[in-house]
């Protein structure tokens, strides 16, 4: 027997859910029409289906926009000045001489006397304005880890006051880098296209404001995309309100080997009138060598429908942002949903 027949058979394909539809992480265009074919030819009433109740025909107001919209990025990037990347080293200055672990950072122990009011002004365009802004820049490579953590963070506290916890890890601050290189890939393989080099399609993260630091770019590739939820809800009840109904009940949320192996929850919201896009396609479809689990149920074709749509017309309706070295990155991530294309690194860049 060779080697490659041994390693056949004792490394068996991972168990996948039974019934689950043609559908991976990755969208595929010609599949989505296909289904979409498919399931006006079994019911072609589906388009003329009411809204669920509560659920407007449109949406609108400052955060409903598409990418064409948006004529130079001199519209959300804000440049510090010289005065406030001084402030910003006199804050950490301060942070520092208090001798407190990174959880005590906040607006009182990193005091930013100018910048703090303009970050302020720049938070209510979070919340009630476009949903974006991108800060530049800060100096990398004049930090150390450490000191670009406190600076971070700092910096943040200033547009928002609470911090949350990152992807389920207890962290509030996640590094977002290829991982397939460390230990991670030895131990079974990465489920998140987050920690990989490839395209991560569209999605919120949990929590309403979130925050992105670049401290590399990439060689090639890699290009930050933010698209309106509530465009992306337009489109969707104008021409499939079906879908609708679809997202706002209840789906299975795949926890991956957690206990309880799923949870239960909408992917869509109407909070007060507040259209909420909430939702990461994995969860339902798994990622790379994480299928979605085998002992929990399939989600259905309208689903795996609704999950198409849902990125293709925020693809289509994306704004591509030239994402620096230096630059931080806020999101409204309750309005907004974000992608990043697919990168490569170089000896130089990793
Ligand atoms: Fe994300």
Redesign the pocket.
Same mark, same amino acid.
């Given at each position: 027997m060779s080697a490659t027949e041994t390693m056949t058979e004792t490394v068996p394909p991972p168990p996948t859910c039974v019934g689950q539809p043609d559908i991976s992480y990755h969208p595929d265009e010609a599949k989505f029409r296909a289904r979409t074919a498919r399931r006006l030819a079994e019911d072609p009433t589906l388009p003329q289906r009411p809204l669920p109740e509560g659920f407007p025909p449109s949406v609108e107001g400052p955060n409903v926009w598409e990418g064409k919209d948006w004529k130079d990025e001199s519209q959300w990037v804000y440049n510090l000045t010289d005065e406030h990347l001084a402030e910003i080293d006199r804050a950490l200055a301060h942070f520092e001489s208090l001798d407190k672990p990174l959880g005590f950072i906040n607006k009182e122990t990193f005091p930013l006397p100018t910048l703090s009011q303009e970050l302020w002004k720049l938070a209510k365009v979070l919340y009630s304005g476009r949903g974006f802004f991108v800060l530049r820049e800060i100096p990398i490579d004049k930090y150390s880890r450490q000191e670009l953590m406190i600076v971070y963070a700092g910096i943040s506290s200033h547009v928002g006051s609470e911090r949350g916890k990152q992807d389920g890890t207890n962290s509030m601050l996640a590094h977002i880098k290829d991982l397939r290189v460390s230990h991670a890939h030895e131990k079974g393989g990465i489920g998140n296209s987050?920690y990989t080099t490839d395209k991560?399609v569209f %999605?919120s993260?949990i929590g309403d404001l979130?925050a992105l630091l670049s401290i590399q770019t990439s060689a090639h590739g890699g290009i930050s995309r933010l698209s309106s939820g509530g465009r992306v809800y337009n489109e969707i009840a104008k021409t499939r309100p079906d879908l609708i109904t679809v997202m706002k009940d209840n789906w299975q949320l795949d926890k991956f080997g957690g206990n309880p192996g799923y949870g239960e929850r909408p992917v869509l919201y109407n909070e007060d009138g507040h259209i909420v896009i909430q939702y990461s396609r994995r969860q339902f479809v798994g990622y790379g060598t994480q299928l979605r689990s085998a002992h929990i149920p399939p989600i259905s074709e309208a689903q795996a429908e609704a999950l198409d749509m849902l990125h293709f017309y925020a693809e289509k309706y994306s704004l591509e942002l030239n994402f620096k070295k230096g630059d931080i990155q806020y999101i409204n991530s309750m309005g907004l949903l %974000?992608a990043r294309d697919a990168f490569t690194d170089d000896g130089e860049k990793t």
């Open positions: 987050a991560q %999605h993260d979130i %974000h």
